[in-house]
Nanobody
Framework: QLKLVESGGGSAQSGGSLRLSCIASGGTLKYYAVGWFRQVPGKEREGLSAAYSENGGSFSVDSVSDRFTTSRDDDRNTVYLQMNDLKPEDAGIYFC???????????????????????????WGRGTQVIVSS
């Protein structure tokens, strides 16, 4: 069973950068699409960015597309979220999630999915906290 562990969270100043890591075990991550989500108290998990499987590219939602980027290192079974120009509203718990890659892509095309939804992913990490001070 695929297990995901996030790391790299912590405190940053407004305008600073952080790079989160999502390390997988129990499976080969390159065959999975991986997404990043943020959750703050009282709100649903917000989809931010994702990478398709097998170097199929990545995308970020409009609200963070100029600042957040997902990349993969399949040799390390790891996916990263690079976050630049951090703002106080970026604070929250960040989760990575994975879904078998072929099904993820097919479903997005079939259902004409725009954005990134938590319901698209079946495997989740436990999260890492990000704090941004102004």
């Amino acid at each position: 069973q695929l297990k995901l562990v996030e790391s790299g969270g912590g405190s940053a100043q407004s305008g600073g950068s952080l790079r989160l890591s999502c390390i997988a075990s129990g499976g080969t991550l390159k065959y999975y699409a991986v997404g990043w989500f943020r959750q703050v108290p009282g709100k649903e998990r917000e989809g931010l960015s994702a990478a398709y499987s097998e170097n199929g590219g990545s995308f970020s939602v409009d609200s963070v597309s100029d600042r957040f980027t997902t990349s993969r290192d399949d040799d390390r079974n790891t996916v990263y979220l690079q976050m630049n120009d951090l703002k106080p509203e970026d604070a929250g718990i960040y989760f990575c999630a994975a879904e078998p890659g072929s099904w993820f892509r097919q479903k997005r095309i079939r259902d004409n999915i725009v954005g990134l939804s938590a319901s698209e992913f079946g495997s989740w990490g436990r999260g890492t906290q990000v704090i941004v001070s102004s």
